[in-house]
T-cell receptor, first 114, second 109 residues
């Protein structure tokens, strides 16, 4: 158990819908990262927040947005969902502001878009 | 630009030694991490090389050569539980770790 929690564990929704994935980092960690993992694309970095501020962006679609709240939990919002958005979404956390080589991953949210 | 290459699959037998190679290209490179992910599970951190040379952690060792933009993960005394995907993840000036599709290791009895 990494100490990172993610909810929900599974999510099934229809195309065109909007969903919110939630992540709570390990106690004491100020950085939160979001990743998308699909079979053909591997583990793709989406976005990094540190203490409420965006630090780095990866190949995150405009339909996706994220934020980190004052209590340090983070939410990833996915809108206008398409079939291709079906994937495992992981969040990870670390202590510092810079990208950490040692990140602690949550159990993931499996999103299925039908 | 950025690039990352690992073999997609490796097969080995229990008790053997296996090496998973990784070549990368990333600007402002500062180090190479390795992660393990069991099927359906979360990636977990294995090791990090910030300097050239070998880092050893139990049955696992990781090597880095900055001049060759090359690293490898060495797994010794393979066990069935080592069957998993292994990702090398270079870190650089882009302020993110690049994971890619990883190497699927199958350990056979």
């Amino acid at each position: 158990d990494s100490g990172v929690t993610q909810t929900p564990k599974h999510l099934i929704t229809a195309t065109g819908q909007r969903v919110t994935l939630r992540c709570s980092p390990r106690s004491g960690d100020l950085s939160v990262y979001w990743y998308q993992q699909s079979l053909d694309q591997g583990l793709q970095f989406l976005i990094h927040y540190y203490n409420g501020e965006e630090r780095a962006k990866g190949n995150i679609l405009e339909r996706f947005s994220a934020q980190q709240f004052p209590d340090l939990h983070s939410e990833l919002n996915l809108s206008s969902l398409e079939l291709g958005d079906s994937a495992l979404y992981f969040c990870a956390s670390s202590v510092g502001a810079g990208v950490s080589y040692e990140q602690y991953f949550g159990p993931g949210t499996r999103l299925t878009v039908t | 630009g950025q690039s990352l290459e690992q073999p997609s699959e490796v097969t080995a037998v229990e008790g053997a030694i296996v090496q998973i190679n990784c070549t990368y290209q990333t600007s402002g490179f500062y180090g190479l991490s390795w992660y393990q992910q069991h099927d359906g599970g979360a990636p977990t951190f294995l090791s990090y090389n910030g300097l050239d040379g070998l880092e050893e952690t139990g049955r696992f060792s990781s090597f880095l050569s900055r001049s060759d933009s090359y690293g490898y993960l060495l797994l010794q005394e393979l066990q069935m539980k080592d069957s998993a995907s292994y990702f090398c993840a270079p870190g650089g000036a882009t302020n993110k770790l690049i994971f890619g599709t990883g190497t699927l290791l199958a350990v056979q009895p």
